[in-house]
């Protein structure tokens, strides 16, 4: 019986023997492969197409791993707050923080923006994140609407007259541009804020055939007057309304200044004035022209603890200066005074006074 049994053990041994043996042979005819590493497979691009402004739009794409390894995509941030990215689980919608891709797996995710303005011009804005793929350790793509559509944009966006010299005619015509896919009718114009701006709707022009629908289509054109009869700064805004549903008219800013028949440049001054060493400094000059005009100019009134003098004219006459200087002492410590220096000039055989504010500063 022991014969037995030893001989039964002695064939268990060396049957496990020719398996092992047979393994390490296959192993070395077969060796291993090891995992490759992760593979990032992501869209450059999300175009979004054309959007209204002020709209979230939303577009999905595909990201995959086709690597050997477990992809890990963390640390994802964009390029504006206006930005998110989602993907859809049981419970809905989330916000991607991270996630783990397996080897083959991929996952459909969700960009959602907040389009913002002007109309007709181009958004685009980009989403990074951090990968385990060693080729690419930061992904990214960008996100892309083409046109933002909406209300209407004026070409040009804004109405600037600039410097306009006192009765003379000032008048802009701006295109109002339609970026819609389906471009609505201006039912009005109205002016906010500054009662010199006059705005008159005028038609459009013939419809051009090879115009690029990308640069919108003008709807209607508007006429802009400004009223140049006494100087002084232009803040005004012209407010277009469009037919269809309620919406907050679209705005076109307008500036500029109707300039009197003598400027002066500061329109007021503050003393004393502290350097850069810190010292204070209490003189100050101002300019007087007049469009290049000669003219004449001399201190009709000065307060005490100021004094106001006029420089000689240049050989064309057109600009004076007048240095203003604060007495020491002249305002308690601590204080704050509005004291005001009163200018008279003659251009043209016209008598203009001109006052010109200094906040005075007890140091």
Not at 93 to 107: C, D, K, N
Not at 164 to 181: M, N
Not at 243 to 264: F, I, L, M, Q, W
Not at 334 to 343: F, H, I, N, S
């Amino acid at each position: 019986m022991r014969t037995g049994r030893a001989v039964c053990v002695g064939a268990a041994l060396l049957l496990l023997g020719g398996a092992v043996a047979a393994f390490a042979f296959r192993d070395h005819l077969f060796p291993v492969t090891p995992p490759g590493p992760p593979v990032l497979c992501c869209p450059d691009l999300l175009d979004l197409g054309r959007q209204e402004v002020a709209t979230v739009a939303a577009g999905n794409l595909t990201v995959s791993n086709p690597g050997g390894s477990p992809l890990v995509i963390d640390q994802v941030r964009t390029g504006c707050s206006c930005t998110g990215l989602e993907r859809m689980t049981e419970d809905g919608p989330r916000r991607v923080e991270s996630l783990t891709l397996p080897p083959g797996g991929s996952v459909e995710l969700t960009v959602r923006v907040s389009v913002p303005g002007p109309v007709g011009q181009q958004f685009a804005t980009v989403v990074y994140f951090r990968t385990n793929d060693p080729n690419v350790p930061e992904g990214r793509f960008a996100v892309v609407v083409p046109v933002a559509t909406g209300g209407v944009r004026a070409d040009p966006s804004a109405v600037a007259f600039g410097l306009v010299p006192p009765g003379t005619a000032a008048e802009r015509v701006v295109e109002l541009r339609d970026y819609a896919l389906e471009p609505r009718t201006v039912r009005s114009v109205a002016v906010s804020a500054d009662d010199r701006v006059t705005a008159e709707l005028l038609p459009p022009p013939p419809p051009d055939p090879a115009a690029d629908p990308r640069a919108g289509v003008t709807v209607a054109r508007v006429r802009v007057r400004l009223r140049t009869d006494a100087p002084g700064a232009v803040a005004g805004k012209i407010l277009v309304v469009l037919d269809g549903p309620a919406r907050e008219p679209d705005v076109v800013p307008v500036s500029g200044r109707v300039v009197g028949p003598v400027e002066v440049t500061p329109a007021s001054l503050v003393l004393p004035l502290v350097a850069g060493d810190g010292k204070p400094v209490a003189r100050a000059v101002c300019s007087l022209s007049a469009g290049w005009k000669p003219f004449t100019l001399e201190v009709a009134e000065c307060p005490a603890g100021l004094t106001a003098t006029v420089t000689e004219p240049g050989p064309d006459g057109g600009v004076r200066r007048v240095a203003i200087e604060l007495a020491a002492g002249a305002v308690p410590a601590g204080r704050t005074e509005t004291r005001t220096v009163r200018l008279r000039a003659v251009v043209g055989g016209e008598t203009v006074t001109l006052d010109v504010p200094v906040l005075c500063r007890g140091l």
